[in-house]
T-cell receptor, first 112, second 113 residues
Framework: DAGVTQSPTHLIKTRGQQVTLRCSPISGHKSVSWYQQVLGQGPQFIFQYYEKEERGRGNFPDRFSARQFPNYSSELNVNALLLGDSALYLC???????????FGSGTRLTVV | GQNIDQPTEMTATEGAIVQINCTYQTSGFNGLFWYQQHAGEAPTFLSYNVLDGLEEKGRFSSFLSRSKGYSYLLLKELQMKDSASYLCAEGGDYGGATNKLIFGTGTLLAVQP
């Protein structure tokens, strides 16, 4: 069975650009959460989606947005990239937003 | 507030036992998680405690005391492959998000021969 898949695995962007990260949850999982992990820190919660609706949002600026599609896959968008947005972006899926989180391998974003 | 504290680094010897402590302060507590994360990889689930006491799973055990806001992860018979970052995370229903995880900064464990 495929786990949580994220694309791309690595990405380099320039300050001011926009980026879209993608996540496909485990088959049957209806909830997707996004986390940002800066080097040397623990992951920080960005968004949670369940059944295509936003369930919660972390302390991130409006430059960060996300959505969930009918097939439960999800996209995270970040506009007007800053150097500080350089991080590993992790997607986690679960059946109903419960504690059975499975993380994907992440997308390593570097902003130069 | 929401504040999770764990040591930044620890060193232990192959074959030994190591205990990684974690303290938390928050309301809406809904369980304490431990994840293992190797460099450049995704966190992988190790344990979940919601009630006080010890949960044992092979070489790994996790303990929770809700009254003290305290947990620890115990690793026995350490192997070189156990060298990784160990993340303590608190789960709770915050701001509408069900079971949002709040992570500590992680404890980088180095296992030496």
């Amino acid at each position: 069975d495929a786990g949580v898949t994220q694309s791309p695995t690595h990405l380099i962007k320039t300050r001011g650009q926009q980026v879209t990260l993608r996540c496909s949850p485990i088959s049957g999982h209806k909830s997707v959460s996004w986390y940002q992990q800066v080097l040397g820190q623990g992951p920080q919660f960005i968004f949670q989606y369940y059944e295509k609706e936003e369930r919660g949002r972390g302390n991130f600026p409006d430059r960060f947005s996300a959505r969930q599609f009918p097939n439960y896959s999800s996209e995270l968008n970040v506009n007007a990239l800053l150097l500080g947005d350089s991080a590993l972006y992790l997607c986690a899926s679960s059946f109903s937003g419960d504690y059975g989180y499975t993380f994907g391998s992440g997308t390593r974003l570097t902003v130069v | 507030g929401q504040n999770i504290d764990q040591p930044t680094e620890m060193t232990a010897t192959e074959g030994a036992i190591v205990q990684i402590n974690c303290t938390y302060q928050t309301s809406g507590f809904n369980g304490l998680f431990w994840y293992q994360q190797h460099a450049g990889e995704a966190p992988t689930f190790l344990s979940y405690n919601v009630l006080d006491g010890l949960e044992e799973k092979g070489r790994f055990s996790s303990f929770l005391s809700r009254s003290k806001g305290y947990s620890y992860l115990l690793l026995k018979e350490l192997q070189m492959k156990d060298s990784a970052s160990y993340l303590c995370a608190e789960g709770g229903d915050y701001g509408g998000a069900t079971n949002k995880l709040i992570f500590g900064t992680g404890t980088l464990l180095a296992v030496q021969p």
